[in-house]
């Protein structure tokens, strides 16, 4: 049975919530004993405003930004990011500028790509990774190789919740951590210590949500 989620307040802007849903979760890399819901700051038009005006403190006035990757469903923040990383003010190193903001697409092998029509948005770019939750890393790191296969440069990465502070050397600007969930634990589906203590799945999750099993 889902037990009852854990709201927790972004410590940078508390107007921005997410819920810990505990339990033990399948992912398609790793398991966990609890499923981040981050439903209300991908899909709300005022909060991912607000988590999108927090993240953009990290990269306003350092950061130069070409296009933002979507991945996951992150459209609605990568938006509000683009602009808040735009705004007319002096001393905004991306002050004024478009910065493009390209969803790459899922091919039938699982792989991430870019279309022709797209391609360009990325070759020769500054691109941002933004991604809703690094949890066990790899679907960040397909994003990584993906936009350096296609002539891309590693702007920086920046997600909602992660467990990683910096990944391969790039740095990882977050508003909810492990620090936010003392208990929070990831483990590889062959090495998981809920399945060894016989306890069973309670759903699988994914960018979408999650499936009661």
Request: glycine share 6%; with cysteine; hydrophobic share 40%.
């Amino acid at each position: 049975m889902i037990k009852r989620p854990i709201q927790l307040s972004c410590r940078k802007n508390p107007s921005v919530i997410i819920r810990a849903i505990p339990g033990h979760f399948a992912t398609t890399h790793a398991h966990t004993n609890y499923y981040m819901d981050i439903t209300e700051p991908k899909l709300s038009h005022e909060m991912g405003r607000e988590a999108a005006i927090t993240l953009s403190q990290d990269y306003a006035y350092t950061q130069v930004v070409d296009t933002i990757a979507a991945l996951d469903g992150s459209e609605l923040i990568s938006a509000f990011l683009a602009r808040h990383l735009t705004r007319d003010e002096v001393t905004m190193i991306n002050g004024k500028k478009n910065i493009y903001v390209v969803p790459p697409e899922n091919n039938s092998s699982g792989q991430l790509i870019f279309r022709d029509n797209t391609q360009p948005m990325i070759r020769d770019k500054y691109v941002l990774i933004m991604i809703d939750a690094i949890v066990s890393g790899q679907s960040a790191r397909r994003a990584m190789e993906c936009i350096t296969y296609y002539g891309g440069k590693i702007a920086s990465i920046a997600a909602i919740f992660s467990t990683y502070d910096e990944l391969d050397g790039i740095r990882i600007s977050h508003l909810f951590g492990k620090y936010d969930l003392p208990d929070y634990q990831v483990a590889d589906h062959h090495d998981c210590p809920l399945c060894k203590a016989g306890v069973r799945l309670d759903g699988l999750a994914n960018c979408y949500g999650y499936s009661v099993l």
